[in-house]
C-alpha cells in the first residue's frame, strides 16, 4: 500500500505556498526546498532540544543530498523560548553563520519552534525565505500554516511578532508517533474547532473515526491534518493580515483560552486544553443568548472528551474572573476596550460578538467550572 | 509670501502614502492624520530626549485638537537606542498604554527614532499604523520614505528589521532651524548622493544652490527635501523590498560608509560622512576600472567638500583594510560571499559591480586615505 500522501496550496497571489502531507516525507525535504528555489546555498535549521534527537539527523542529511549547506541549532523546549532572550541568540546564530537575504531558516518542530524561528526569518536582514516543518499535530493543523509568527511577552501570549508567510510547509505525518499522547490530544482542540467554526461534514468524520485518528492510522490523522490545514488554507487566503474579520473566527475558544494560560501560568495548560475549555465557555456564551442549540454543545463537549481533552475550568480559577477577564483585555483580540467573542451558531458555522459583557463572561466561566 | 509646501506620493498599491513636505506643517499632524484615517482613537508619540523638549508639546496638541488621545515617550538621543533593550522599553511603553491593533505610533525625531519607532509599530501585535513625522535633514530625505525600519546589531547596522511601511509622512522644514550644523551637513550625504544616482539636473541644483540650502533659505531647503523624497520615492515604488537590484542604487557610498561606521564604532562618524567617504571611495573603484570620468569624480568630490563634508579616510582607519574588509562581508549586501558595489558611471547613472576584488578595495581605500 503507498503511504497516504496530498498536497494543498494556500493562496495568496505572489505569497503564495504548497503545503506537503504524508507519511515519510521529512527524507525529501531538501529536495522540495531546491524545486522551488527557496534558500540559495545555505540553510539554517531550528528545532527544539526534544525534537532535534529524532529528526534532525534525518532533515539535515536530505539538505546536505539536495546540495544545501546546512548548519543547526536547538534551543531549549518549551514555551518559555518564545522570549525576546532566545530571540537575540537565534539572531547571534544566523549571523555567526554569515546568514544572507538568499539564505532560509527551517523550523523543525512544533509551534513555538515555528513562531519563534518564523519572526527570526521575519526580522533578520528585514526578512528571509522560511520553511515550516511542524512535527507536531498542533503545529501541523494550525500554526505551521498561515504565516503568524512571534514571541510572548510578559503582559501576554503572542503581543510582539509578525506576518511572514512560509514558502513552505512539510507536515511528515510519521512524527506523529514519537508525539507524547498529551500533545496529540492537545493538537485535536485546533483540529476540532476547524470542524465547528466551518465544516460540519468534517466534525462528523472526527465524530465517527476519532479512535482511529488517536490511534495514528496512516489514512485517518492523514486526512485530520489535510481537513484542518485545507479549513486553515482557506481561512487565511479570505483574510491574511486578520483585517476582514475571517481570519479573526480562528479565534474560536481561544479568547478565554489564553486567558487561561496566561493567568494560570504559561505550562499549566497545553494549548489545546486550554481552547477546548475555551470553546465549552464561548459555547456556554451561545447557549445563554439562544445562539446556537442545547444539541450541538452536547455534541461539542462529547467530542472534546472522547479526544481526551478538559472540558470544565479548575473551580479555583474560574472564581479569578477579575484577573481572566484582565488578561482578556490585555488580548490583542479587543479593540479599544469592547470585548470581542467568536461565538457558534451550529456545527459548523460561527458569528463575531462585539458586546459581550463582563457579566455573561463570568456566569460562563461560572457554569464551565469543574 | 505663502511658505513653502509640497506634496507627493510614495506609490505602492494598496501601501501608497503621501510625504507631506513645507514650512510650519507640524501643526497639521492631528487633522491630517484624521483625514487618512490613521490610528483610530488613540496615539502613541515617540521621541527622544533632543526632539522632545523641542517640539512634542506642539505635536502633541495637535493630536489632541484632532480628538486623538496622545501618550508620549522619549528615548534616549543616539545610535546607542536602535537596540533590542530600547526596543523592549518601547513594547512596554506600548503595552501599559492599552495598545490595539487600531492605534497608530508616530515617530517625531531623526533616523533613530524612526527606524525603531517603526520597527516597534511592525512587530506589536504583528503591526499597527505608524507615521514618520522627521525632524532632522537626513531622515526627510532618506530615511522615513520607503518603509526600511530596524535596530543594530553588535555584529553590524540594521541587521534586524522589517520593511513596513507609514501611512503618512510629514517633514516640517521650519524643524531643521534648530537642527546642529553638523547634523544638517550629514544630511547633505544622501541629498548629493540621489543626484549622483538618478539625477544631473539635480545635482546641478545642488551646486549651484548649496549656500543658500545650507543657510536654510526656505524655499532652497524645501526643494531639496521635495527632490530627494522624489527620487527615493520613484525607487522604493520599483522595488519595495530591495529585491529587483534597483533599490540596490540608494546604496552607492554605503557599503563602504556602513564598515567605515562599524569598525571606528557607531557614533565616530556622522552617517552622512560615512557616506560622503564612502562615495568618494566607490567612485576611485569605478575611476580604477575606467567607468567613470575623472571630472565627475571631481565635481562630486567638490560638491561634497562645499557642502562641509569630508573626502578623507582617517589614514590609520584606511590602513585597517582588513577589519574593513571584514565588516563589508558581514554587511547585508554581501550574497554568498560576492563584494558588491554601487558604482557611478555619470552624474546622474549608476550601476552595480557583482565582482569586485579585495586588491581593488584595498587600493581604494588608500587613494581616498587622508
Same mark, same amino acid.
Given at each position: ?46 528545532? !527544539? ?58 523550523? @523543525? ?101 476519532? !479512535? ?74 451561545? @447557549? ?9 454543545? !452536547? ?72
Amino acid at each position: 500500500m503507498t503511504p497516504f500522501s496530498t498536497r494543498l496550496t494556500v493562496d495568496l497571489g505572489e505569497r503564495s505556498y504548497p503545503i506537503e502531507i504524508g507519511a515519510g516525507t521529512l527524507g525529501g525535504l531538501g529536495a522540495r526546498m531546491k524545486r522551488l528555489g527557496v534558500g540559495g546555498r545555505r540553510v539554517f535549521v531550528v528545532s !527544539d532540544t526534544n525534537v532535534a534527537p529524532l529528526y534532525a539527523a534525518e532533515a539535515t542529511r536530505s539538505l546536505q543530498e539536495a546540495g544545501y549547506t546546512a548548519t543547526f541549532m536547538a534551543i531549549r523546549a518549551g514555551e518559555e523560548s518564545k522570549s525576546l532572550e532566545t530571540l537575540e541568540g537565534l539572531y547571534v546564530f544566523l549571523l555567526d553563520g554569515g546568514v544572507s537575504r538568499s539564505n532560509a531558516i527551517v523550523a @523543525l518542530g512544533g509551534g513555538v519552534v515555528g513562531d519563534l524561528a518564523g519572526f527570526a526569518a521575519a526580522t533578520i536582514l528585514r526578512g528571509i525565505d522560511f520553511v515550516q516543518v511542524p512535527t507536531t499535530l498542533v503545529s501541523m493543523v494550525d500554526s505551521s500554516v498561515g504565516g503568524k509568527t512571534g514571541i510572548n511577552h510578559a503582559k501576554g501570549k503572542n503581543l510582539i511578532g509578525a506576518f511572514w508567510q512560509p514558502r513552505l510547509v512539510l507536515a511528515d505525518t510519521d512524527s506523529l508517533r514519537t508525539l507524547p499522547r498529551g500533545e496529540l490530544v492537545s493538537g485535536m482542540g485546533e483540529v476540532i474547532k476547524h470542524g465547528v467554526i466551518r465544516d460540519a461534514a468534517y466534525f462528523e468524520f472526527l465524530e465517527k473515526d476519532i !479512535d482511529r485518528i488517536l490511534a495514528l492510522e496512516p489514512e485517518a490523522i492523514g486526512r485530520v491534518v489535510e481537513g484542518s490545514c485545507r479549513i486553515k488554507a482557506a481561512v487565511v487566503a479570505a483574510d491574511e493580515r486578520e483585517t476582514a474579520g475571517v481570519r479573526e473566527h480562528l479565534n474560536f475558544g481561544h479568547t478565554i483560552g489564553h486567558a487561561l494560560e496566561s493567568v494560570a501560568g504559561y505550562g499549566s495548560f497545553r494549548h489545546g486544553e486550554a481552547v477546548a475549555i475555551g470553546m465549552v465557555a464561548a459555547g456556554r456564551l451561545a @447557549l445563554r443568548r439562544a445562539l446556537w442549540p442545547q444539541a450541538d454543545q !452536547d455534541r461539542l463537549e462529547r467530542l472534546i472528551e472522547r479526544a481526551g481533552l478538559p472540558v470544565r475550568i479548575p473551580r479555583a480559577l474560574a472564581q479569578n474572573s477579575a484577573a481572566l477577564l484582565q488578561a482578556m483585555r490585555i488580548d490583542k483580540k479587543v479593540r479599544d476596550g469592547a470585548l470581542r467573542f467568536v461565538l457558534p451558531e451550529r456545527i459548523g458555522a460561527v458569528r463575531i460578538a462585539g458586546d459581550i459583557t463582563d457579566k455573561e463572561v463570568r456566569s460562563a466561566l461560572e457554569e464551565a467550572a469543574a
